[in-house]
């Protein structure tokens, strides 16, 4: 995750450490990702406020993206520019682990976009907002409208298969929340 990158915590004594400390999210950078959220679990809020109005297709494009950019041959380079005393069986470990999780990119994508979609955040603006809450038969579709605007800044469907709870801030201003259909 954001905060260690390509991480190595063995042994019994540290990983019960790092579970009395509440770091039990930090696991060995391996090819698999056991659990999305808790292994990001640093940088989720961060994700959930900002990616609440995303559709899944957006973040298959972005790793389809990075997929296309960060090629094998792009991960050998880079490995390569390491001092020859850092070389050995740790780097060729993380190259193999890289590769894998790249390999996998489009599923841990999927994966961690369903993740978000159980709780998404989102946040109005300073102005004059109005929330326009719609419950239909398939889940919530959700509109704010910045200010006298037209057209909303935010507009999304929320499917009530897949998501939980959604959390609604207005922010500053006389905010106003309109509500149709039943829960």
């Given at each position: 995750n954001r905060g260690h990158s390509f991480t190595k915590a063995e042994g019994f004594l540290l990983k019960g450490l790092l579970g009395m400390l509440g770091?039990?999210?930090?696991?060995?950078?391996?090819?698999?990702?056991?659990?999305?959220?808790?292994?990001?679990?640093?940088?989720?809020?961060?994700?959930?406020?900002?990616?609440?109005?995303?559709?899944e297709n957006e973040w298959l494009y972005q790793a389809q993206f990075l997929i296309s950019k960060i090629t094998g041959e792009v991960i050998e380079n880079a490995f390569g520019q390491l001092p020859e005393e850092l070389q050995g069986d740790d780097v060729e470990h993380l190259k193999l682990s890289l590769k894998e999780r790249l390999n996998n990119l489009d599923k841990i994508a999927s994966k961690?976009?369903?993740?978000?979609?159980?709780?998404?955040?989102?946040?109005?603006?300073?102005?004059?907002?109005?929330?326009?809450?719609n419950y239909t038969s398939s889940g919530v579709h959700i509109q704010i409208y910045k200010g006298n605007k037209e057209v909303p800044f935010f507009d999304h469907n929320f499917n009530k298969k897949k998501t939980q709870e959604i959390w609604l801030y207005g922010l500053g201003g006389d905010d106003s929340f309109v509500i149709e259909g039943e829960a």
């Open positions: 770091l039990d999210f930090i696991e060995n950078y391996n090819g698999k990702i056991k659990n999305v959220k808790k292994f990001n679990s640093l940088g989720y809020p961060l994700d959930m406020a900002l990616t609440s109005g995303c559709d961690y976009y369903k993740e978000l979609q159980k709780t998404p955040s989102i946040a109005a603006s300073d102005l004059n907002d109005t929330f326009k809450i």
